[in-house]
């Protein structure tokens, strides 16, 4: 059972685009992340939100705790976002679930 | 960037022979995770450590152990390296200012054992 569930698991997109990237959770939490992994690169922290939406540039996140879902939202896509998008939950006792991750590809 | 820094970060060795990785961070934040990372599979939590002397088991805790003698320094060894323990290593950091929940990932070990 996993406490985190993305979709989709892969995305090719042509530069420009604008792309969702949609996380799911089944746990109670503090706040969700989302983090960027460049292929072989280490892990970079994008947004920690608990409700509502925040925006940095072109990338936007969004999470209904309601309906326990977050999404990501890259505008005006460009092939330098082409990486591995994750979503994490911070639980109880600052522990963190995560999900497998989304691998973007942006095609110039 | 938070100063995150793991040695060493890429190490070949042989089953069954000892190995200890190191997360050393400046950040004087509380927490401390190991986690692994493989394909198919999300980030998955090895141990933690929630202060000094204090740790505790994470999900895939079997053949690993941790030690944290000091806030800057936290290690993973394992006793016995398997093959199924070939995998990237992620030391993160949490419990910054006001104990936010805000995790920061090292650079990352990549542990091959034949």
């Known amino acids: 059972k996993n406490e985190v569930e993305q979709s989709p698991q892969n995305l090719t997109a042509q530069e420009g685009e604008f792309i969702t990237i949609n996380c799911s959770y089944s746990?109670?939490?503090?706040?969700l992340h989302w983090l960027q992994q460049h292929p072989g690169g280490g892990i970079v922290s994008l947004f920690m939100?608990?409700?509502g939406k925040k925006k940095h540039g072109r990338l936007i996140a969004t999470i209904n705790i309601q309906e326990k879902h977050s999404s990501l939202h890259i505008t005006a896509s460009h092939p330098r976002d082409s990486a591995v998008y994750i979503c994490?939950?911070?639980?109880?006792?600052?522990?963190?679930?995560f999900g497998t991750g989304t691998s973007l590809t942006v095609i110039p | 960037d938070a100063g995150i820094t793991q040695s060493p970060r890429h190490k070949v060795t042989e089953t069954g022979t000892p190995v200890t990785l190191r997360c050393h961070q400046t950040?004087?934040?509380?927490?401390m995770y190991w986690y692994r990372q493989d394909p198919g599979h999300g980030l998955r939590l090895i141990h933690y450590?929630?202060?000094?002397?204090?740790?505790d088991k994470g999900e895939v805790s079997d053949g690993y152990s941790v030690s944290r003698s000091k806030t800057e320094d936290f290690l993973l060894t394992l006793e016995s390296a398997t093959s199924s323990q070939t995998s990237v290593y992620f030391c993160?950091?949490?419990?910054?200012?006001?104990?936010?929940?805000?995790?920061?990932f090292g650079p990352g070990t990549r542990l091959t054992v034949l």
């Open positions: 993160a950091i949490s419990g910054g200012a006001g104990e936010s929940n805000e995790q920061f």
């Open positions: 746990v109670g939490i503090s706040a």
């Open positions: 939100l608990s409700s």
């Open positions: 994490a939950v911070g639980g109880t006792g600052n522990q963190f679930y």
């Open positions: 950040e004087n934040h509380r927490y």
């Open positions: 450590s929630y202060g000094v002397k204090d740790t």
